[in-house]
């Protein structure tokens, strides 16, 4: 059971990265997937879930509006398209598989995370 992160880089305020969470040993459709992020020394945030019957939450007010999160079934991944980027989103983003929670909780699934750069 693996959950892996991908897509995260150097990119200039105002622009976009799309982050992917790739399932491997089980079906991401059938759990409840969470984007979370955690700058050093924070608190982890969470930034939104989707859930397996694929109804979606954002719970930062911070990115609502500029972030969306999706899945694709056929691929068992799940995708987290970030616009207008800035500074302040710059950190670790991490996704989550959880079998009854959205968002998941500590005892889900982690992947192991991908970093986010927003930098002029």
């Known amino acids: 059971v693996q959950l892996v992160e991908s897509g995260g880089g150097l990119v200039q305020p105002g622009g976009s990265l799309r982050l992917s969470c790739a399932a491997s040993g089980f079906s991401l459709d059938t759990y409840e997937i969470g984007w979370f992020r955690q700058a050093p020394g924070k608190e982890r945030e969470e930034i939104s879930c989707?859930?397996?019957?694929?109804?979606?939450?954002y719970y930062q007010d911070s990115v609502k509006g500029r972030f969306t999160m999706s899945r694709d079934n056929a691929k068992n991944t799940v995708y987290l398209q970030m616009n207008s980027l800035e500074p302040e989103d710059t950190t670790v983003y991490y996704c989550?598989?959880?079998?009854?929670?959205?968002?998941?909780?500590?005892?889900?699934?982690w992947g192991q995370g991908t970093q986010v750069t927003v930098s002029s």
């Open positions: 989550a598989a959880d079998p009854w929670s959205c968002p998941p909780q500590d005892d889900a699934y």
């Open positions: 989707i859930s397996y019957a694929g109804n979606t939450y």
